[in-house]
């Protein structure tokens, strides 16, 4: 499939978690693709849909008017993967490997390439397929910027202006009460949206995945803030967040997911160990899926139109294998084998750590 030339049909499917500016990124792939004479089917329900051979037609009428709408209209799951998917044998559910089916099915409606719009866990699956011959693109989606090789990916900056209207908002509260008001946001074992939601809010605190926090760490602030006449505090806390020396916060185990651990509670366990040990009133606030809902920024939507059109680009001139990524303001192409499996987080010399600290914001180390 070397040839470009050779690629008359494609198809694109999004898969994990949806985030803001998925739509978009939908529309300029078929708007683009369209415009060179290739046909283009839409994959339903992400990877499930390659296996169960749930197909649609898109067409230039089909992506009309969803460029600033929220999630996706192909539908996505977390999941199916067509490597690990779930069958019922006499009554019970166990994992087989339809890979094979899935490609079957594609080869049936004639699909040549495939355009996969995901986050880690779709990158890891694209890799896989890859790997067997499927010419595949992949763009990098998810809300919580923790893909390496791009400087962003689309619904980032959407989750992050959710985040700090948030803390906007509870700031006002917090004053009036003279409370203690923890902030959890999401973003998994990277602590992206609560550090840059955190600094565009004005939060006290900022607990990060990247940095265990203490407790003790964080009661000093409260009362320095105290001891200068500010009765109330704001912290945000990412959901993948732990003291020194704990774990994790877990909600649930979800069978079946490539998220198989879902991350919750800890902004509830902090509000109440503050509480218990300050005596100050602490309210918790989740936002959860909040984040992912909704319209799309002006930077999310221009963001996943050049994603979209260099995916399509990539397709037409024969350059699979790749994932497009922002580098410097500009649409780079990454092998996709060298970011599956691979995660960005923060690090210690991060420039917008060492100016959260310059201005007097505690990260609980």
């Not at 799951?77 to 089916?101: A, C, K, M, W």
């Not at 917090?174 to 550090?195: D, K, N, P, T």
Request: charge should be negative; proline fraction near 3%; aromatic fraction near 4%.
């Amino acid at each position: 499939m070397g040839n470009a030339d050779k690629v008359k049909t494609i198809a694109v499917l999004t898969g994990g978690g949806d985030a803001p500016g998925l739509n978009a990124v939908i529309r300029a792939v078929v708007r683009t693709a369209l415009g060179q004479g290739l046909k283009v089917w839409g994959i339903k329900n992400g990877f499930g849909g390659m296996v169960e051979n749930q197909l649609v037609e898109l067409t230039n009428d089909s992506v009309a008017g969803i460029l600033p709408r929220g999630g996706t209209i192909l539908g996505t799951t977390n999941r199916d993967n067509p490597f690990h998917y779930p069958v019922v044998r006499d009554g019970q559910v166990i994992y087989e490997d339809l890979s094979g089916q899935a490609l079957a099915n594609l080869r049936q409606a004639g699909i040549e390439a495939l355009v996969v719009i995901g986050g880690d866990g779709s990158l890891k699956i694209a890799s896989e397929f890859y790997q067997l011959g499927l010419p595949v693109v992949a763009v990098p989606k998810t809300i919580d910027n923790d893909i390496p090789g791009t400087e962003r990916t689309f619904g980032f900056d959407t989750a992050v202006g959710v985040a700090a209207e948030a803390l906007d908002r509870l700031h006002t509260t917090a004053e009036s009460h003279h409370r203690v008001m923890v902030l959890e946001v999401m973003g998994r074992y990277a602590g992206w949206i609560a550090l840059h939601a955190g600094m565009a809010g004005g939060a006290d605190c900022i607990l990060l995945p990247e940095i265990p926090f203490s407790i003790d760490s964080v009661i000093a602030k409260i009362k320095e803030r105290q001891q200068h006449g500010r009765q109330f505090s704001l912290i945000v806390i990412a959901e993948g967040a732990y003291p020194q020396g704990g774990e994790v916060s877990v909600s649930r185990i979800v069978e079946g997911s490539h998220e198989k651990i879902r991350l919750g509670g800890a902004g509830e366990k902090l509000a109440r160990a503050i509480e218990q040990l300050t005596g100050v009133e602490s309210r918790c606030t989740v936002l959860g899926h909040v984040q992912r809902g909704g319209t799309p920024t002006a930077f999310d939507r221009i963001l996943s139109t050049r994603y979209g059109v260099a995916a399509a680009e990539c397709v037409l001139e024969g350059a699979f294998g790749n994932m497009v990524a922002l580098q410097k303001d500009r649409i780079i192409r990454r092998p996709i084998d060298d970011i599956a499996g691979k995660a960005n987080n923060i690090t210690a010399d991060n420039e917008l750590l060492r100016a959260g600290r310059s201005i007097g914001i505690c990260f609980g180390d």
